[in-house]
């Protein structure tokens, strides 16, 4: 063993030997192998209570529009090379990158509850989420992202027979009993006043969680209730990682929340960056476990930017290579500096045309495989 160590001089490829084959606890660990989406296949939503509830009434035309039908194609050509690019950086830096299958996402299916079409296998961070050795495929809460999965079942089957630990959450059904109808229908400043009291456009009735509702600090991690999210996902969450994992809900003065990536995003141990604009209301948990809590910086995005699925924030959706190393889009330069001044690399990557998809480095990717082991980080 000793000569071998010595014939081998490239020390990620060692612990990239050791490690299993998923294995990923916390955001920051050195990264080594992700899952990169896709927006090939990429199609429109019909206006679901959910999406309802989530975009912004300026979009509603673009959803009456292509509903049902591909992306345009000119948005998809363009996000796709940025997402082609990024893949060659990540490699670039040592990274092993994979991609989910092409799936065309405007065929319509029908369940014993309801009749929809798909959407894309853009967002990984949103369908599967690493929790230490195991990949757990997350339940999902809009019916045009039911059939998901799919895009990621080669990958999954791979890392499975690999021996990964492989666990698919419990579906809901979506049926109609499942949303609030009402709920989707109301002005956006009613839906803002009941989000505020904690009601969402999804019951309780069954299970349900996105993946990028959770955030991971080791052996504690933290999700949000949204519109995707429900009560009893999160005991499905809590119950199912045991006493290895301590889950804590963290809230969020967002009215329209869906997915915590640009309100929490930690980057080393002891710093996090949060949102200014909906600032975390459990400071004082994340202050008394030794953690800074820093503003991110706005984004430099146009406000006629169109986007269909989040909000500029996104900006503050970075992906880290490894504890000093962070990928942030080009053109967000205050965002850059920032992280800069806290003494971090900063990797500049166009990814902007990929934001009116829904996201940005964080929501694209699924880190199956950081160096690391399981840590507390003062919680
Ligand atoms: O701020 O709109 C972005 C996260 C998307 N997966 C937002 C949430």
């Keep these: 063993m000793e000569n071998l160590l010595k014939l081998e001089p490239n020390p990620s490829l060692l612990s990239n030997q050791t490690l299993p084959v998923v294995n990923s606890y916390n955001e920051w660990d050195p990264l080594k192998e992700v899952i990169v989406g896709r927006v090939e296949g990429a199609a429109v939503p019909h206006l679901e209570p959910a999406l309802l509830t989530n975009s912004y009434p300026n979009n509603l035309g673009f959803f009456q529009k292509y509903a049902g039908q591909p992306f345009p194609q000119e948005l998809v050509e363009i996000a796709a090379k940025e997402l082609n690019d990024f893949c060659h950086i990540l ?12 799936i065309d996402f405007s065929k319509t299916y029908k369940t014993l509850d309801f009749e929809a079409s798909g959407f894309y296998a853009a967002m990984p961070r949103d369908v599967l989420i690493v929790v230490g ?17 799919r895009a990621y079942r080669s990958l999954m089957l791979e890392y499975f027979r690999r021996g990964a630990k492989w666990t698919t959450a419990p579906k809901p059904s979506m049926s109609d009993e499942f949303y609030d109808f009402e709920f989707a229908q109301k002005p956006v400043e009613e839906r803002y006043a009941l989000t505020k009291k904690g009601h969402f456009v999804i019951r309780d009735t069954e299970p349900s969680f996105d993946a990028a509702d959770i955030v991971r600090f080791g052996r504690d991690l933290f999700v ?23 889950v804590h809900v963290v809230n969020f003065p967002d009215y329209n929340p869906m997915h915590i990536d640009a309100s929490l995003v930690p980057l080393r141990p002891g710093l ?3 949102n200014p604009a909906r600032p975390c209301l459990e400071k004082e948990l994340f202050k008394k476990a030794g953690w800074d809590l820093v503003d991110a910086a706005p984004s430099t995005l146009p406000d006629n930017w ?3 699925m989040c909000s500029s924030w996104v900006c503050m959706n970075i992906l880290s290579l490894d504890p000093e190393t962070i ?11 920032l992280l800069k001044d806290l003494g971090f690399k900063v990797i500049p990557v166009d990814l902007r045309h990929l934001y009116t998809f829904g996201g940005s480095f964080h929501c694209v990717t699924c880190d199956v495989r950081r160096e690391g082991k399981l840590e507390e980080y003062g919680f």
Excluded: C
Excluded at 91 to 102: C, H, K, L, Q, S
Excluded at 133 to 149: G, Q, T, V
Excluded at 229 to 243: A, F, P, Q, V, Y
Excluded at 329 to 337: A, C, L, S
């Design 327 to 337: 990928v942030v889009e080009k053109q967000e330069e205050p965002m850059q500096k």
């Design 133 to 149: 050795n195991e990949i757990i495929e997350a339940p999902m809460a809009w019916r045009s992202r039911f059939f998901e999965y």
């Design 272 to 274: 996090a960056l949060i």
């Design 306 to 308: 169109p986007m269909y």
């Design 224 to 246: 949000q209730r949204s519109h995707v999210t429900n009560n009893i996902g999160i005991t499905w969450l809590k119950r199912h990682l045991g006493d290895t994992f301590r």
């Design 91 to 102: 490699e670039a830096f040592g990274v092993t990158v994979r991609r989910p299958d092409i």
